[in-house]
């Protein structure tokens, strides 16, 4: 359980990063991108900002996407998974209802007398 209450942490670290990348890149609206000054070339010019921030949001959305596989793993290991789905399902079933305000399916009492007719009392 340890474990996978720091993995929860770790993933919403790097999820929170992750939000923050996507916010800084520059969008074709002008959103909250980095904006001009600096000099034409080199790495904190406009186009190697956005560079850095495109390695950087594919490497936190490439660790993201990793722990969230390793937390269900770890999930599944904690909760003692790893039995079938099949074996999970409940499959009993009833003959006859324990509630006796329920009739019971297939027993004799669920329908009409073959020498009643049903409509009779409607035709009236």
Known sequence: MTLFLFL?????IVAAGLVGLV??????????GIG????PGG?????GAADVLSR???WFAIMFVA???????VAID?????????DSLDRSTTEASEDPAIPAIGGEGDS?????DPLADVAE
């Open 8 to 12: 929860t942490v770790i993933q919403a």
């Open 23 to 32: 916010l800084m890149q520059k969008s074709e609206g002008g959103g909250l």
């Open 36 to 39: 001009g000054g600096g000099s």
């Open 43 to 47: 790495l904190m010019s406009a186009r």
């Open 56 to 58: 950087a949001t594919k």
């Open 67 to 73: 722990l969230s596989i390793v937390i269900a793993a």
């Open 78 to 86: 904690a909760s003692g998974g790893g039995n079938d789905f099949g």
């Open 112 to 116: 009409a007398p073959a020498d009643e």
